[in-house]
Nanobody, 114 residues
Framework: QVQLVESGGGLVQPGGSLRLSCAAS????????MYWVRQAPGKGLEWVST???????YYVDSVKGRFTISRDNAKNTLYLQMNSLKAEDTAVYYC????????RGQGTQVTVSS
């Protein structure tokens, strides 16, 4: 069965960085578009970023220039490098097989606060 396991979240000060990882199993990872979505406190799921099987990337405007999505198909792992973090980036971050986040992992908490 499909498993997506996120890690790497934590508490960071504004302006800091974190790198999230997502270990994927149960499907042919290299063939799939993969996504990061997030859910801020009291809000719905928000699409953050997409990477295609051949490495094309897309971002929501609010994270462009600060976040970088990448993948290692040999390790079946998805990454999200987050730099220049802001308080409004505080959320639970999920990796997902679809943009809406219907098929997603358990999530990892990112808190940006001084």
């Amino acid at each position: 069965q499909v498993q997506l396991v996120e890690s790497g979240g934590g508490l960071v000060q504004p302006g800091g960085s974190l790198r999230l990882s997502c270990a994927a199993s149960g499907f042919t990872f290299k063939n799939y578009w993969m996504y990061w979505v997030r859910q801020a406190p009291g809000k719905g799921l928000e699409w953050v970023s997409t990477i295609t099987p051949n490495g094309n990337t897309y971002y929501v405007d609010s994270v462009k220039g600060r976040f970088t999505i990448s993948r290692d198909n040999a390790k079946n792992t998805l990454y999200l490098q987050m730099n220049s973090l802001k308080a409004e980036d505080t959320a639970v971050y999920y990796c997902a097989k679809d943009r809406e986040g219907r098929n997603r992992g358990q999530g990892t908490q990112v808190t940006v606060s001084s």
